[in-house]
Nanobody
């Protein structure tokens, strides 16, 4: 069973940047697609970015052009570079496979707060 640990969140001003990391306890080499999700207060968890074997990426319209997903297979780690952050990006950010694996444990997530 793979466990996921997200980190890198924090408080940032609008227009700022953050880089999130997701470390998997087991190998994610065989996983075709890994992704990032987020959940804002009072809202459902939503998909925001995916990276597929071969490096193909896909983004939700709300983050396209501002966020970049990447992965280091050797380190079992997935990253999310977030630029030009907006207050509406405030949420708890999670990683998982795409679609999410039912046999994996969701991590605690990492809080991102965008506020002046």
């Amino acid at each position: 069973q793979v466990q996921l640990v997200e980190s890198g969140g924090g408080l940032v001003q609008p227009g700022g940047s953050l880089r999130l990391s997701c470390a998997a306890s087991g190998s994610i080499f065989s996983i075709n697609a890994m992704g990032w999700y987020r959940q804002a207060p009072g809202k459902k968890r939503e998909f925001i970015a995916a990276i597929i074997s071969g490096g193909i990426t896909n983004y939700a319209d709300s983050v396209k052009g501002r966020f970049t997903i990447s992965r280091d297979i050797a380190k079992n780690t997935v990253y999310l570079q977030m630029n030009s952050l907006k207050p509406e990006d405030t949420a708890v950010y999670y990683c998982n496979a795409v679609p999410p694996r039912l046999d994996w444990v969701w991590g605690q997530g990492t809080q991102v707060t965008v506020s002046s």
